[in-house]
């Protein structure tokens, strides 16, 4: 018999235990979140870090403040403040004019003015004046000579005309004789001061005489420098230089200088003295330049040619004195007849002075005559 088939079925082998499978699922980074920062947080940072550094800036000179406060100090001694001293120039003036005043003061002076010698001499107090008071004085003073010894020292000249000096004998005629007393009475005699200058208040400068006033010999006359005019010669009526000269000369001292321009070339401005000090002029003699020979000259050169010369004249005052005066000018030629180019200040020399070398001195020393 065949075996039964029933419905019963076997049973299926156990499947291999596994474990569970694990879906892998890709995750897209959240917007919010960058480097593991979320952007909320990353955005307070930065602003924490703009303040703390606007913080450091703003307490920067506090706490340089207070660093230079907790450093020790010690005491140093103040730098002495030192006053501005006076140019040399204004010194020398200065000292100029004390000496001027010290000498006019020392002259005048007798018994019982000590202390006004002591204002420029302070050792004059404990002097002993013989004389009497303002019995002499000083006239016309003036500065001859200023020089500088130090730095600090002037040496001045002042020049005085003494008065009050009684004559006490008769003049003396004979040849080689020693000046009377009326001759010394009306010389001009010299005074050396040495002044002591040093910075006063507000930066002005101050002065002190360092010894009384020595009396000295008149200052040497200097050599005359040699001059671009030849020598002086007559002044000819038909010269035409003489024309132009006369009739300038005329309306510039006897007119008030009435139609001066006329007689002025081009350009040239002058001032005439005013009121008129003379009543006539007479041109009497000419220097002209680079002129050597003595040939009459009756023409004028082409225009534009200009010509310096020395006049020399006689001017008549209101009271009728004549009195002689010197005028260096420059002409110039222009349409057949002379015209004033300039008053010249001084004459011409035929080459330049080199200027004096530095030094303490306000001008170049005099110049032994020969």
């Known amino acids: 018999m065949s075996p039964v088939l029933t419905g019963r079925r076997k049973p299926a082998a156990p499947a291999d235990p596994q474990l569970p499978a694990v879906q892998e699922t890709e995750t897209e980074p959240d917007a919010g979140w960058v480097a593991g920062w979320s952007t909320g947080a990353q955005a307070n940072s930065a602003a924490l870090m703009r303040w703390l550094v606007w913080g450091l800036i703003a307490l920067g000179p506090l706490l340089g403040a207070l660093a230079y406060l907790s450093v020790p100090t010690t005491s140093a001694a103040p730098a002495p403040k030192t006053a501005p001293?006076?140019?040399?120039?204004?010194?020398?003036?200065?000292?100029?004019?004390?000496?001027?005043?010290?000498?006019?003061?020392?002259?005048?002076?007798?018994?019982?003015?000590?202390?006004?010698?002591?204002?420029?001499?302070?050792?004059?107090?404990?002097?002993?004046?013989?004389?009497?008071?303002?019995q002499h004085r000083g006239e016309q003073l003036t500065v001859v000579r200023l020089r500088q010894t130090d730095n600090v020292v002037w040496s001045v000249t002042v020049a005085a005309r003494v008065t009050g000096v009684q004559p006490t004998a008769t003049p003396s005629t004979q040849l080689g004789a020693s000046p009377s007393p009326a001759a010394v009475a009306d010389a001009v005699r010299y005074f050396?001061?040495?002044v002591g200058t040093a910075p006063g208040a507000g930066g002005a400068s101050a002065y002190t005489a360092l010894a009384l006033p020595a009396e000295v010999a008149a200052p040497e006359r200097a050599r005359s420098p040699e001059l671009v005019y030849g020598a002086m010669r007559p002044a000819l009526p038909t010269d035409p230089r003489t024309q132009a000269v006369t009739s300038f000369l005329t309306a510039y001292l006897t007119e008030g200088g009435a139609e001066l321009d006329r007689y002025l070339a081009p350009g040239t401005r002058l001032t005439a003295p005013s009121p008129a000090p003379y009543s006539g002029v007479a041109v009497d003699r000419l220097a002209v330049e680079g002129e050597t020979g003595g040939?009459?000259?009756?023409?004028?050169?082409?225009?534009?040619?200009?010509?310096?010369?020395?006049?020399?004249l006689r001017a008549t005052s209101q009271d009728g004195v004549r009195l002689p005066l010197t005028y260096a000018l420059t002409l110039k030629a222009r349409a057949g007849r002379w015209e004033i180019a300039s008053l010249d200040g001084a004459p011409t020399l035929t080459s330049p002075t080199p200027a004096p070398a530095a030094s303490g001195a306000t001008g170049p020393g005099p110049t032994p005559t020969p």
């Open 295 to 312: 040939e009459p000259v009756v023409s004028v050169p082409g225009d534009g040619t200009t010509l310096r010369l020395l006049v020399t």
């Open 192 to 194: 050396q001061v040495p």
């Open 85 to 134: 001293s006076a140019p040399a120039a204004s010194g020398g003036q200065g000292a100029a004019g004390f000496a001027t005043l010290f000498v006019a003061a020392y002259l005048s002076a007798g018994r019982g003015d000590e202390p006004k010698l002591a204002a420029y001499y302070p050792p004059a107090a404990s002097m002993q004046l013989d004389g009497v008071s303002g």
